[in-house]
């Protein structure tokens, strides 16, 4: 099936083709709200219809990422898709793709990009939550006597930005030469944007949790963080089930999240998620000629 260009027009039919598959296409949509099918900052996209808005959509970041949902695409399909995202980016490096796990890998076997090297290829479970079903009892544990969730701008900057460092070189394979620029970049969004939350035990800053996307009703749950000598306590998961139950009081129905291990996998079903399908980031190697600077979430 051919691709065309998305035209102003569609923008609502792609939103509802992307809205019957939310927990894979946060990243899509939340572009789509705040760029629409065109614009000049870092995560606007081009944006391409497999045909109808029904059938399937890609859209490519100005900085370089491919965000795919296009369940039914073959692989002559994927291929076509790359020979537009190599004429968009007209010699620019790829940063990397972003999409369900199954569309994921069949778009990289299809496109030989699955050869090229990384910096970060992982296939995360996929977890929903209905916020109606959000269980609290995790707050009831005697460590977490006196815990208070906060605004991160109650907390020193300086501190959320180490944090934020070390979870880039822990979960995202960020070089630590890079990690401390990004991380105080992504603080500076965070803060604007009011999306993220610290936990505060006693005296101690404890977790910091916070989302990465949002739309009318859903939460998208990214850059959950412990510091390594508040881990085991069941501070991060408690974080969590604060800031959702804050969300819940503003209306928001439903959360999703990919999670970056087993561990953290049982630490949300604990708090009533369920597994969904799972989702994959690939990121490609910036020291290699064909890749570039890893995609902000």
């Known amino acids: 099936m051919i691709w065309r260009l998305a035209q102003p027009d569609e923008q609502r039919a792609i939103e509802a083709f992307l809205s019957r598959h939310v927990a894979s296409s946060m990243f899509l949509l939340t572009n789509l709200r705040d760029h629409g099918l065109s614009g000049t900052a870092p995560k606007a996209m081009k944006v391409w219809l497999r045909g109808a808005p029904n059938n399937g959509v890609a859209g490519l970041t100005n900085d370089g990422t491919l965000l795919i949902q296009a369940p039914m695409a073959t692989d002559a399909?994927?291929?076509?898709?790359q020979a537009l995202v190599e004429a968009q980016?007209?010699?620019?490096?790829?940063t990397g793709v972003?999409?369900?796990t199954d569309q994921l890998r069949r778009y990289l076997a299809a496109t030989r990009l699955a050869a090229r090297a990384t910096r970060l290829n992982r296939d995360e479970p996929g977890l929903a939550l209905d916020l109606g079903d959000l269980d609290l009892t995790c707050l009831t544990r005697p460590a977490l006597a006196g815990a208070v969730l906060m605004p991160i701008s109650a907390a020193p900057r300086p501190m959320l930005v180490q944090w934020r460092a070390a979870y880039h070189q822990e979960v995202l394979g960020t070089p630590a030469a890079e990690a401390v620029a990004v991380a105080s970049a992504d603080i500076d969004s965070y803060l604007l944007r009011d999306s993220h939350r610290i936990l505060s035990v006693g005296p101690k800053w404890a977790a910091m949790t916070g989302?990465?996307?949002?739309?009318?009703g859903v939460v998208q749950i990214g850059g959950v963080y412990t510091p390594p000598d508040m881990r085991g306590r069941g501070y991060a998961r408690a974080a969590l089930a604060l800031h959702l139950q804050e969300a819940a009081r503003k209306g928001t129905e439903k959360a999703v999240l990919f999670a970056a291990g087993d561990a953290a996998v049982r630490a949300y079903q604990a708090i009533g998620f369920r597994q969904i399908e799972g989702y994959s980031l690939v990121l490609f190697d910036p020291s290699n000629a064909t890749a570039a600077k890893e995609?902000?979430?």
């Open 77 to 81: 399909d994927w291929r076509s898709m």
């Open 89 to 94: 980016l007209a010699g620019r490096p790829q």
């Open 98 to 100: 972003l999409g369900a």
């Open 211 to 216: 989302f990465n996307a949002q739309l009318p």
């Open 295 to 297: 995609p902000s979430t």
